[in-house]
């Protein structure tokens, strides 16, 4: 796993999508993120048996499954990129940490609620339950050392292709709760997701000199990684009221651990990027960032079959490098 110290001492050293940087040169920076996280239709956490009203002219049961979305949510990227002077690759180490979470509730009402998690549907009181409530976080937190080299190919085109090796860490917690006021019935469902996963990257990148402008530029990216991966699953259930059981298991635990399997991440960027030179050469870019982990989210549901369990990060970053 990233452990704290191993952040602590990366922050000070890494970065990533360095603008071009010459022999000799060191530059750090920091970057800004505001990203929105996706894993509809892997997000599904309950579903709502409901009857149409009666005296309908079709009746019949109406099944909703309930999925969460997340919101915006602030992250940051930081680094540095070292320009050896006896070489024409240069090399970046990057930092990145993005933090999400969500909640949802379903009221009681004259429906029942079914829990997805496979521990509380078969725990025997599934079919009980009339009210829930979900609080879902993700943390992802990935270390990326990469080699990259610019290539002139017009006065004003360049392009930069890069390779490196990634390590990631990602981890979701679903904390829920279920009950039916009418039969005292309460109980939690915990759920812990945890992904590390490592493997080699290569992607390229381009820069467009806009014409007529001093330090403007047009950039973008696109990369890959082929990780390996370990997932760490568990889903506890547990009945907190002081009654007992209706024809159910008390408590019920699923584990799945140490799933060894095999993932891909694809990231893209586009932006913009300025630079105003001087002794302390100042970059500064606003562009849109996308990552989509191919296959990420493998909870233990009920219902396996909608499932694609892929995870999409998106949004907009905002940067500034200090080149010395």
């Not at 568990?234 to 095999?262: E, I």
Request: glycine residues 10%.
């Amino acid at each position: 796993m990233i452990t704290r110290g191993t952040s602590l001492f990366a922050m000070l050293l890494l970065t990533w999508a360095c603008p071009q940087a010459h022999a000799g040169e060191i530059t750090p920076f920091a970057e800004v993120l505001i990203w929105h996280a996706s894993e509809e239709t892997s997000s599904t956490w309950a579903s709502v048996v409901s009857e149409t009203p009666s005296g309908s002219p079709d009746p019949r049961s109406v099944f909703a499954a309930q999925q969460l979305d997340f919101n915006w949510s602030p992250g940051f990227r930081v680094g540095v990129n070292i320009a050896p002077e006896t070489s024409n690759w240069d090399w970046t180490l990057a930092l990145t940490n993005f933090s999400t979470s969500q909640g949802a509730e379903i009221p009681d009402g004259d429906h029942l609620v079914l829990p997805e998690f496979f521990s509380g549907f078969v725990s025997g009181d599934g079919f009980s339950f009339t009210t829930a409530s979900l609080d879902w976080s993700i943390r992802m937190t990935t270390f990326d050392i990469e080699a990259g080299h610019d290539i002139q190919v017009l006065d004003d085109v360049t392009i930069r292709p890069v390779f490196g090796l990634k390590i990631a860490s990602i981890r979701q917690s679903l904390q829920s709760r279920w009950g039916n006021p009418s039969l005292g019935l309460t109980a939690v469902e915990d759920v812990n997701h945890d992904f590390f996963g490592v493997g080699p990257s290569f992607g390229v990148g381009g820069t467009w000199h806009v014409p007529g402008t001093s330090g403007l530029r047009v950039v973008g990216s696109c990369s890959g990684a082929l990780m390996y991966g370990t997932w760490n699953v568990t889903d506890d259930f547990q009945r907190t009221d002081p009654g007992l059981p209706l024809l159910s298991y008390d408590a019920f635990s699923t584990t799945m651990n140490d799933a060894q399997l095999g993932t891909v991440m694809i990231r893209s960027f586009v932006g913009l990027e300025w630079t105003l030179p001087g002794k302390l050469e100042l970059t500064a870019w606003l562009g849109y960032e996308a990552q989509w982990w191919a296959n990420q989210q493998r909870l233990l549901t009920f219902q396996q079959l909608p499932m694609h369990g892929d995870l999409t990060l998106q949004g907009g970053s905002c940067g500034l490098a200090v080149c010395y």
